[in-house]
C-alpha cells in the first residue's frame, strides 16, 4: 500500500508542512532518489503542489538534487538530529557507560527507542564481527523482530500491545520472524520471566541479538539496549552469560539516568 500524507490530529492542520514530512520520510524510507512525479504518485499529491514545495525544500537544503533530475534528503535535517542526539540522556548515558565499562567490548551493542510498532536506532557500538548487518543511526526496524523492540513491549500490558498492532503486523523479515499478535503475546511472556528478550534470527538469518530495558529516574521504559552475536556463538552457555551480563548493563546505565534514586 503506497504511503500517505497523515490527517491532521491538532487544532491547526498545517498542510504544508505535513506534505513536506511526508516527502522527506517518503525519501528516507525508500533510500533512493526519486522524480517530483514518482513522490506525488507515491503520496498522492497533485503535482504542482509538490512541485513548488519540494523546490522550496531545495532552497533550504531539506532535499537535494541529484544528476538526472531526482531528489534525495538534503543535509539540512542533519542539524535536526545532531541536536536531538546532543541533548538525549539516554545516548550521553550509553556512551559514558560503555567508556568505562568492556564486559562487552567484543560485540556490537545498539540502543533504540520504540516509536509506534517499530524501533530507530539512537546508538551503537559496532564490533568487527561478521554479522551481516551494520546498524546505522536513525535506522528503523519492525519492534516486534529485533531485541529492544521485545524487551521495550515486554513493558506493557498485553491490551496495550493489541492496541498498538490492532491494524497492522510486520511482514516477516525471516522465516524465524513473528507472524501475528498471538504469537508476540507468547513471546513477550517469555521475555517477562526470562528477563531478557531473544531475537532469534528474526531479522538476519544467523545473528542472534539478547536485549533488555533501560528505564529513566521515573521507573519508565524509554529504550532498550541490545547485544548481537553470530549464531555460532550463541550456545546455551554462552546465551545466558550475555543475558546476565546485559541485564547488569541495563541497569547500569539506567541508574546514571536516575532509576532507582530516592528524592
Known amino acids: 500500500m503506497p504511503p500517505s500524507v497523515p ?84 545516548v550521553t548515558s550509553f556512551n559514558a557507560y560503555f567508556a568505562q565499562n568492556r564486559e562487552l567490548a567484543r560485540f556490537t551493542v545498539t540502543m533504540t527507542v520504540l516509536e509506534h510498532d517499530e524501533v530507530v536506532y539512537i546508538a551503537c557500538a559496532q564490533a568487527n564481527q561478521p554479522l551481516g548487518v551494520t546498524f546505522r543511526i536513525g535506522m528503523r526496524l519492525p519492534a516486534p523482530f529485533t531485541a529492544t523492540g521485545l524487551a521495550q513491549l515486554a513493558s506493557q500490558s498485553d491490551q496495550e500491545i493489541c492496541r498498538r498492532f490492532d491494524s497492522h503486523f510486520p511482514q516477516p523479515l525471516t522465516e524465524h520472524s513473528l507472524r501475528n499478535v498471538p504469537e508476540l503475546l507468547n513471546e513477550l511472556e517469555a521475555v517477562r520471566e526470562r528477563g531478557f528478550s531473544i531475537d532469534n534470527g528474526q531479522v538476519r538469518q544467523g545473528m542472534i541479538c539478547l536485549g533488555a530495558i533501560l528505564r529513566d529516574h521515573t521507573n519508565a521504559a524509554v529504550a532498550g539496549i541490545a547485544v548481537s552475536l553470530t549464531r555460532q556463538e550463541a550456545t546455551p552457555d554462552v546465551i545466558d552469560m550475555l543475558g546476565t551480563t546485559l541485564q547488569v548493563t541495563a541497569q547500569g546505565i539506567s541508574r546514571q539516568m536516575g532509576y532507582g534514586h530516592k528524592p
Not at 490530529?9 to 532518489?33: C, E, F, K, M, Q
Not at 525544500?57 to 538526472?68: H, K, N, S, Y
Open 7 to 90: 490527517a491532521s490530529s491538532g487544532a491547526t492542520n498545517a498542510p504544508a508542512l505535513r506534505r513536506a514530512v511526508a516527502i522527506l520520510d517518503h525519501l528516507a524510507d525508500t533510500g533512493t532518489a526519486l522524480s517530483m512525479a514518482e513522490i506525488s504518485r507515491a503520496l498522492g499529491l497533485p503535482k504542482s503542489t509538490s512541485h513548488g514545495l519540494i523546490l522550496a525544500m531545495e532552497d533550504i537544503g531539506l532535499v537535494q538534487r541529484v544528476p538526472g533530475g531526482g531528489f534525495r534528503i538534503g543535509s539540512h535535517p542533519l542539524r535536526w538530529a545532531q541536536g536531538f542526539l546532543s541533548q538525549t540522556d539516554l
